[in-house]
């Protein structure tokens, strides 16, 4: 199954000889920007493609080592409540976390609900959560009262890994993800940089993105989501984005 654009708020996705340029430009915040390819448009969760063992891989560069926003390519289950974010009008019920990518978040986001993993920045990082779990209405009924507490329940229910890269994202290089049942490996230019025991739960799908949302939750207990301003344009290019199933494990 092959990677197809789907855009929203200003993105644009242009092809190259090799493979794609997203983009989104300036502009300030409160407006959502983003550039997107997937592989399942329209599917619903259990009928997404990809289970493992298989491979994911593809060459990449950015515009900036320290762009706002988020950005990234891997696998996932889509977990918002809208298909892809704000400005969707296709509603379905959001989900727990399951994805293994590549993922840089600016340093207005914090992405982990743990205090020993890193929570922005450009990561290696796979999370695995249940599709439901009685402490989610513990978690729902102390939101209100003690963010710190939701945090600590979360991190018990959604059981994450994750490792800071520190290349320079504005060069070319090749990333691989080999996800297997019980491991998740990534590799940089054929070095492996980040292995885990913790794999997502399957099925997932592709994604590929550039955008400027921020979220956060932090061990303070403050919860903060929001738009960042783009001083400037901001693009991904991406080549030989290929998927291959591992015959064995």
């Given at each position: 199954m092959e990677v197809k654009p789907r855009l929203s708020r200003d993105g644009t996705i242009n092809p190259t000889i090799y493979g794609w340029r997203l983009a989104i430009p300036p502009?300030?915040?409160?407006?959502?920007?983003?550039?997107?390819?997937?592989?399942?448009?329209?599917?619903?969760?259990?009928?997404?493609?990809?289970?493992?063992?298989?491979?994911?891989?593809?060459?990449?560069?950015?515009?900036?080592?320290?762009?706002?926003?988020?950005?990234?390519?891997?696998?996932?289950?889509?977990?918002?409540?809208?298909?892809?974010?704000?400005?969707?009008?296709?509603?379905?019920?959001?989900?727990?976390?399951?994805t293994v990518w590549f993922f840089y978040a600016s340093p207005k986001n914090y992405l982990s609900f743990r205090d020993d993993k890193p929570a922005h920045g450009f990561l290696a990082q796979v999370f695995r959560s249940p599709r439901f779990h009685p402490s989610l209405l513990l978690a729902g009924l102390t939101l209100p009262f003690s963010r710190k507490m939701s945090r600590r329940i979360l991190s018990k229910v959604i059981v994450e890994d994750a490792f800071a890269l520190s290349h320079d994202l504005t060069q070319w290089h090749d990333y691989r993800i080999e996800w297997r049942q019980?491991?998740?490996?990534?590799?940089?230019?054929?070095?492996?940089?980040?292995?885990?025991?913790?794999?997502?739960?399957?099925?997932?799908?592709?994604?590929?993105?550039?955008?400027?949302?921020?979220?956060?939750?932090?061990?303070?207990?403050?919860?903060?989501?929001?738009?960042?301003?783009?001083?400037?344009?901001?693009?991904?290019?991406?080549?030989?984005?290929?998927?291959?199933?591992?015959?064995?494990?």
């Open positions: 502009g300030p915040s409160g407006r959502y920007r983003l550039s997107q390819l997937d592989d399942h448009l329209g599917l619903s969760r259990t009928a997404y493609p990809w289970h493992p063992p298989l491979t994911f891989s593809l060459r990449a560069r950015h515009s900036s080592n320290s762009a706002p926003g988020t950005w990234g390519f891997g696998l996932w289950n889509d977990p918002f409540g809208f298909s892809f974010g704000p400005g969707d009008t296709f509603f379905r019920l959001p989900a727990l976390p399951n019980s491991l998740s490996t990534f590799w940089v230019d054929d070095h492996l940089v980040f292995q885990s025991p913790v794999t997502p739960r399957s099925p997932l799908g592709i994604v590929i993105w550039i955008d400027n949302q921020y979220a956060a939750l932090t061990p303070e207990g403050k919860l903060k989501w929001g738009m960042e301003i783009n001083p400037e344009s901001e693009w991904l290019e991406i080549e030989q984005v290929e998927t291959k199933r591992i015959e064995r494990e």
